[in-house]
T-cell receptor, first 113, second 112 residues
């Protein structure tokens, strides 16, 4: 079974600085999708970014980018120019050949003014 | 466009009571999911459906039942509520091509 590990329960960053959240996963599949979701205090789960495993190019969405290392099974999220509104729980998720998403336990990001 | 809606937002149940959490999506998504999120944890899959009339168990199905009679609706039924079912429940839907899941706002359930 696939597993997703987020080794940083909590992270903090100064406003306008850059922070990287780590995620590793375990799978024997070669074709899969990876996602980062943001969960602010409102509890709403918001998709931040997605990466298809067959694409070598790292996904980017405005201030959010990923470092996808397929051989190392690593999928980190970089947030540039951090803003107060970025404060949230961030969840890494994996989707392989089944219809299911497997989530990590999350990283709580605090943004300090 | 409402997306994924869930009702109720909050509910307190007594041990042994039953209830149904409602979930509706208006995006014509084939796939729908129910998750629970315990404090400080990620989401765990309870049940999912790949289309009307088709459901399957996820990681933590015990104590729950689902049905999928239409594309839009995917209700989750709790029978004989137990304190261990105190959690936040999320419904989600997705298309089979992109796999991006769109989540509802969640239902906070307390069983006492």
């Amino acid at each position: 079974a696939q597993t997703v590990t987020q080794s940083q329960p909590e992270m903090s960053v100064q406003e306008a600085e850059t922070v990287t959240l780590s995620c590793t996963y375990d799978t024997s599949e070669s074709d899969y999708y990876l996602f980062w979701y943001k969960q602010p205090p409102s509890r709403q789960m918001i998709l931040v970014i997605r990466q298809e495993a067959y694409k070598q190019q790292n996904a980017t969405e405005n201030r959010f980018s990923v470092n996808f290392q397929k051989a190392a099974k690593s999928f980190s999220l970089k947030i540039s120019d951090s803003q107060l509104g970025d404060a949230a729980m961030y969840f890494c998720a994996f989707r392989g050949g089944s219809e299911k998403l497997v989530f990590g336990k999350g990283t709580k990001l605090t943004v300090n003014p | 466009n409402a997306g994924v809606t869930q009702t109720p937002k909050f509910r307190i149940l007594k041990i042994g009571q039953s209830m149904t959490l409602q979930c509706t999506q208006d995006m014509n998504h084939n796939y729908m999911y129910w998750y629970r999120q315990d404090p400080g944890m990620g989401l765990k899959l309870i049940y999912y459906s790949v289309g009307a009339g088709i459901t399957d168990k996820g990681e933590v199905p015990n104590g729950y039942n689902v049905s999928r009679s239409t594309t839009e609706d995917f209700p989750l039924r709790l029978e004989l509520a137990a304190p261990s079912q105190t959690s936040v429940y999320f419904c989600a839907s997705s298309l089979p091509v992109t796999y991006e899941q769109y989540f509802g706002p969640g239902t906070r359930l307390t069983v006492t």
